[in-house]
């Protein structure tokens, strides 16, 4: 369970006030895929980062009965002048997990190759986000947030990135980003909308769709 008290975020971009969330309530049940829509803009990745607490919010805070990824796909925390290994070695450390298991679930997850043992400083964007997702898949939490990581990669990547997610939503919840509503209706059985700083979660994932797209109709 992951609830929202009073959540406020706002800040200044480019000289203009970026408004993320005013005094939301709200609460992402244990167990569910619950789809994170709304425009480019509206703030949904920035939330996430505040839900996984690599971001201080205005006011307000984020309460949670377990565990929670960091947002799946996010490679900034990543040090560059470590290899692929040795910062799967380093993250597993963190988490108490097995690294040498963690080592070999991302080495034949990711499909790196010669690449997993070189500086992260030399992956390209879908490197870093293939070691990302296969860093974060082969860690146990209560819930995992994903940012769009499902649609790195060619067909074949993408069909073994659902398949995996699939099998840790067998006992685990999450919140995913993602700008198709195909994969949105594979991966996720609830939905919300954020715009404009207000969040509205729906039991019913076709009506948080159809909420999103009269948002997108309208949209400048």
Same mark, same amino acid.
């Given at each position: =369970?992951?609830?929202?008290?009073?959540?406020?975020?706002?800040?200044?971009?480019?000289?203009?006030?970026?408004?993320?969330?005013?005094?939301?309530?709200?609460?992402?049940?244990?167990?569910?895929?619950?789809?994170?829509?709304?425009?480019?803009?509206?703030? /949904?990745?920035?939330?996430? /980062?505040?839900?996984?607490?690599?971001?201080?919010?205005?006011?307000?805070?984020?309460?949670?009965?377990?565990?929670?990824?960091?947002?799946?796909?996010?490679?900034?925390?990543?040090?560059?002048?470590?290899?692929?290994?040795?910062?799967?070695?380093?993250?597993?450390?963190?988490?108490?997990?097995?690294?040498?298991?963690?080592?070999?679930?991302?080495?034949?997850?990711?499909?790196?190759?010669?690449?997993?043992?070189?500086?992260?400083?030399? $992956?390209?964007?879908?490197?870093?986000?293939?070691?990302?997702?296969?860093?974060?898949?082969?860690?146990?939490?209560?819930? $995992?947030?994903?940012?769009?990581?499902?649609?790195?990669?060619?067909?074949?990547?993408?069909? /073994?990135?659902?398949?995996?997610?699939?099998?840790?939503?067998?006992?685990?919840?999450?919140?995913?980003?993602?700008?198709? =509503?195909?994969?949105? /209706?594979?991966?996720?059985? =609830?939905?919300?909308?954020?715009?404009?700083?207000?969040?509205?979660?729906?039991?019913?994932?076709?009506?948080?769709?159809?909420?999103?797209?009269?948002?997108?109709?309208?949209?400048?």
């Amino acid at each position: =369970m992951i609830r929202l008290e009073n959540l406020s975020m706002d800040f200044r971009r480019r000289g203009k006030r970026k408004l993320v969330a005013k005094g939301i309530n709200a609460t992402f049940p244990s167990g569910r895929a619950v789809a994170l829509l709304g425009r480019n803009g509206a703030g /949904k990745s920035t939330l996430l /980062k505040i839900i996984a607490g690599t971001m201080e919010p205005t006011a307000g805070r984020v309460v949670s009965s377990g565990t929670i990824s960091w947002p799946v796909g996010f490679a900034g925390s990543f040090h560059p002048h470590l290899s692929g290994v040795q910062n799967a070695r380093f993250v597993a450390r963190i988490y108490g997990a097995d690294s040498r298991a963690l080592v070999d679930f991302v080495e034949d997850f990711a499909a790196l190759g010669d690449h997993f043992r070189l500086p992260v400083s030399t $992956y390209s964007a879908g490197m870093r986000s293939r070691l990302a997702f296969g860093v974060s898949m082969g860690l146990r939490f209560d819930t $995992y947030l994903v940012d769009e990581v499902t649609s790195v990669g060619d067909a074949a990547f993408r069909a /073994k990135s659902a398949c995996v997610f699939r099998t840790r939503m067998e006992d685990a919840g999450a919140i995913v980003v993602s700008h198709s =509503m195909i994969q949105v /209706k594979e991966l996720c059985d =609830m939905g919300a909308v954020l715009e404009n700083g207000d969040l509205t979660l729906y039991e019913d994932l076709d009506e948080a769709i159809a909420h999103h797209q009269r948002v997108m109709s309208t949209a400048a």
